[in-house]
């Protein structure tokens, strides 16, 4: 059975850094395209980053480029996003994403 758990959210000031994991479980994360996605309340989900199963590849939303970095690790079957220099429109869930499995959700609040 797959399971993705996210981790890492929490409150943090405008300007400040969060690092979020998805650990996966019961599936290797080895040649898989992963993904994480926000949803704020009211709104729809929306794509935030991926990570893609060519080497080096990773594509972002506009709104984070710049500010967020999505990576890898392989030996601990991990998803990280650091989030640098956060805003208050980036308060949401963050959910990842392996083919049609998705967490259940780690929430950010970016607020003084």
């Known amino acids: 059975q797959v399971q993705l758990v996210e981790s890492g959210g929490g409150l943090v000031q405008p300007g400040g850094s969060l690092r979020l994991s998805c650990a996966a479980s019961?599936?290797?994360?080895?040649?898989?395209?992963i993904d994480w996605y926000r949803q704020a309340p009211g709104k729809q989900r929306e794509f935030v980053a991926t990570?893609?199963?060519?080497?080096?590849?990773?594509n972002y939303a506009d709104s984070v480029k710049g500010r967020f970095t999505i990576s890898r690790d392989k030996t601990k079957n991990t998803v990280y996003l650091q989030m640098n220099s956060l805003k208050p429109e980036d308060t949401a869930v963050y959910y990842c994403?392996?083919?049609?499995?998705w967490g259940r959700g780690t929430q950010v609040t970016v607020s003084s």
């Open positions: 994403k392996m083919e049609n499995y």
């Open positions: 019961g599936s290797s994360i080895v040649a898989k395209d």
């Open positions: 990570s893609g199963v060519r080497i080096n590849y990773v």
